[in-house]
């Protein structure tokens, strides 16, 4: 199928200013400045409103002791902790919080220390003080030994985004993932081929009386109510990303033999959770190994999916089922939109934006955080990677939504604004003051896309996209239109 010249000019045009469609907020106005949504879908714009309002919230003040922050932990104490933060951050930083996380992600690397065997503060207060709800001394204190793969790959997803080398660069980032890579690992006995052999308890001082935190300084796992772990389906798959994660920082500072040394320790940890942690008869992955040496399920397994570590599609199909049956916690539930939209369950993606907005928990921090990038990375498939100077977006409807506008999402050094005026047409406006590659994704395999072949893909789970790569000049508006 060709298009004629001046329909590819019409396609190209900016959407606001076609024909029947003024229903559209005029994306492309530079008077607009405000991150927001607009869309048909009405509840849609209500969740996210109250989730961008909350989020700000908690927002901390510049001149506290521990520099730029926001609440990232139980409501009201004032603090923020690894695992929180690494969840929330990509959410913050759309919400305009990117000197927060780099503030915060840069406290949590700087306190790395042998004295507490390579962990860092689990949780930090504004007064720039680990959190004395978890911390007593260096050797008496609450620590969950993902944190620091989360922390790690958090960082990453953060370069990717914004483009901020500290992230990668900044020497206290470099020691703190080299400590963690290394010594952390050899120090908790969590290598690949020794973790299952590892105790519950590590590293604990004997000679402390009644220490307030026995046996928690070192949790194998982020479930913190089953007691006797040893180690769990939850660290090794935090533990895979992080390794992996770093392996890519490495290459991007031009270290690829290091970079495939530690993309090979990762995958010793895919290996060892996909060949021994699954379940053939409930068709299930272990969640736990005890002290008693028995596996055992339990949880939701929202860890393996979330940190990519699940190999085989009907495996991730599986999850995804026992994801939407079990019941769960507020905080888990916080991750399940932007994961049910990311392997195309945009039905319960959406559905899980609604349940998140309803709880009753629904001031947790980290709800509003989940939600924003729910909607903008999810239903809107906004991704960033500035390796390749792209930005990705992919509407993903249900029945509810039949189009939506986000303007003004900080990405890179500057901002964009979009418009999906459906499943198969969408607006890209750069509000940057660089060139970007935007690519243009749809759902489907289509022939064509604004008048050129479109390129084909698959993800994980064998679903077909087509997309198109477009150079967009700072300033420029842009669309593309998919066509069968």
Same mark, same amino acid.
């Given at each position: 199928m060709k298009l004629s010249y001046l329909s590819l000019i019409l396609v190209l045009s900016c959407a606001c200013g076609q024909?029947?469609?003024?229903?559209?907020?005029?994306i492309a106005d530079a008077a607009r400045t405000s991150f927001c949504v607009a869309s048909d879908d009405t509840t849609l714009v209500k969740i996210f409103d109250w989730a961008v309002s909350n989020s700000n919230r908690y927002v901390g003040e510049d001149s506290d002791p521990v520099g730029p922050w926001y609440e990232a932990a139980l409501p009201n104490r004032q603090a923020f902790c690894m695992r929180d933060v690494s969840h929330q951050c990509i959410g913050e930083e759309l919400n305009g919080h990117g000197r927060q996380n780099a503030n915060m992600m840069g406290k949590f690397v700087e306190n790395i220390s042998e004295s507490k065997d390579y962990c860092t503060y689990w949780e930090i207060d504004r007064n720039n003080l680990p959190a004395s709800a978890d911390y007593v001394s260096d050797q008496d204190f609450w620590y969950n030994l993902n944190a620091n793969f989360d922390v790690m790959n958090a960082c990453y997803r953060l370069y990717l985004w914004t483009g901020n080398k500290v992230?990668?660069? #900044? !020497?206290? &980032?470099?020691? *703190?993932?080299? +400590?963690?890579?290394? @010594?952390?690992?050899?120090?908790?006995q969590?290598?690949?081929?020794?973790?299952?052999?590892?105790?519950?308890?590590?590293?604990?001082?004997?000679?402390?009386? #009644? !220490?307030? &935190?026995?046996? *928690?300084?070192? +949790?194998?796992?982020? @479930?913190?109510?089953v007691r006797?772990?040893?180690?769990?389906g939850d660290l090794i798959a935090t533990i895979?990303?992080?390794?992996?994660?770093?392996?890519?920082i490495q290459r991007l500072g031009g270290n690829e033999e290091a970079a495939r040394h530690y993309e090979s320790?990762?995958?010793?940890y895919a290996r060892l959770y996909n060949a021994g942690w699954w379940n053939e008869e409930t068709q299930n992955y272990y969640a736990y190994k005890l002290e008693n040496e028995n596996l055992k399920e339990g949880g939701c397994n929202v860890f393996p999916l979330w940190f990519g570590i699940v190999d085989k599609p009907e495996r991730i199909n599986r999850?995804?089922?026992?994801?939407?049956?079990k019941e769960t916690n507020v905080e888990s539930m916080s991750y399940y939109p932007k994961i049910f939209y990311k392997y195309g369950r945009q039905d319960m993606g959406y559905h899980y934006l609604k349940e998140l907005y309803a709880n009753e928990r629904r001031d947790y921090p980290e709800v509003a955080s989940g939600v924003i990038e729910g909607i903008v990375c999810g239903l809107a498939g906004v991704d960033a990677d500035v390796t390749a100077n792209r930005i990705t977006t992919l509407p993903r409807f249900t029945d509810a939504t039949h189009w939506v506008s986000i303007e003004n999402i900080p990405v890179f050094s500057g901002k964009i604004s979009i418009l999906h005026q459906s499943a198969g047409s969408s607006t890209f406006v750069n509000k940057s003051g660089k060139e970007l590659i935007w690519r243009a994704m749809f759902p489907g395999n289509v022939a064509m896309i604004?008048?050129?072949d479109a390129k084909h893909t698959n993800d994980e789970l064998g679903n077909p996209f087509s997309y198109l790569d477009i150079v967009c000049k700072p300033g420029e508006t842009k669309t593309a239109e998919a066509y069968k």
């Open positions: 024909p029947g469609q003024e229903k559209y907020p005029d992230y990668i660069n #900044d !020497p206290r &980032f470099e020691e *703190f993932f080299r +400590l963690s890579a290394n @010594e952390y690992i050899d120090r908790w969590l290598q690949a081929d020794k973790i299952m052999e590892r105790p519950g308890v590590m590293h604990e001082d004997d000679a402390r009386v #009644d !220490p307030k &935190f026995k046996t *928690f300084r070192g +949790l194998p796992s982020y @479930e913190e109510s006797g772990l040893t180690v769990t895979y990303r992080g390794l992996k994660s770093y392996a890519q320790k990762a995958e010793e999850l995804l089922t026992i994801l939407s049956e604004s008048g050129m």
